[in-house]
């Protein structure tokens, strides 16, 4: 199994600040790696995909990059409505899997 | 418009069986990749397995593997998620996703999950 590893678990930041949240991955994965958001009761939603990849309809405040094992995911200006749990993913293994999350509170 | 529509909700006891649904609106789903996903309550997600476009390929994460199966009916366009015996632990909302994979001369380019189903909450108690 390949282990996704998030971080940090949750962080505290304001309107306006710039968020980076970081996915380390136990083999590399190349560039097999996505990022979701989930608010409260909703459903998953695609931000980026293959790393670096902007989902259609995604604010461009939000990037990703990395390859291989380190990634990460930018929020450039939070948002109000960037408050919520993000995951990473890897689909390179045979059995893909999440991060544990980041909170973005 | 592009949608998985998934099953009601459920509420069953222990050592029930269930098969729960994810019907493809606008697309097919021989075309992706189905994934299934659980989110226990307040927790993350997990991915549980996932179904190639032709079928032919049903992987499982460690986790679930013998404890669910995945399958799919091409005909009516649904993929489905059983259980045998439902445990209490087996609470929690249930997602099923695509995901579009493009092959050629044997390297992938792999899209993320990109369409979900609403979730189908199951509900395990005695």
Not at chain 1, 40 to 67: E, M
Not at chain 1, 85 to 90: I, L
Request: hydrophobic share 30%; with cysteine.
């Amino acid at each position: 199994d390949i282990q996704m590893t998030q971080s940090p678990s949750s962080l505290s930041a304001s309107v306006g600040d710039r968020v980076t949240i970081t996915c380390r991955a136990s083999q590399s994965i190349h560039i097999n790696l996505n990022w979701y958001q989930q608010k409260p009761g909703k459903v998953p939603n695609l931000l980026i995909y293959a790393a670096s990849n902007l989902q259609g309809g995604v604010p461009s405040r939000f990037s990703g990059s990395g390859s291989g094992t380190d990634f990460t995911l930018t929020i450039s200006s939070l948002q109000p409505e960037d408050f919520a749990t993000y995951y990473c993913q890897q689909s390179h293994g045979v059995a893909w899997t999440f991060g544990q999350g980041t909170k973005v509170e | 418009e592009v949608q998985l529509v998934q099953s009601e909700a459920e509420v069953k006891k222990p050592g029930e069986s269930l098969k729960i649904s994810c019907k493809g609106s606008g697309h097919s789903l021989t075309s992706y990749w189905i994934s299934w996903v659980r989110q226990m309550p307040g927790k993350g997600l997990e991915w549980m397995g996932a179904m190639s476009p032709t079928g032919s390929d049903i992987r499982y994460s460690p986790s679930f593997q013998g404890q669910v199966t995945i399958s799919a009916d091409k005909s009516i366009n649904t993929a489905y998620l059983q259980w045998s015996s439902l445990k209490a632990s087996d609470t929690a909302i249930y997602y099923c996703s695509r995901r579009r994979e493009d092959c050629s001369n044997g390297i992938c380019f792999r899209y993320g999950m990109d369409v979900w189903g609403q979730g189908t909450t199951v509900t395990v108690s005695s």
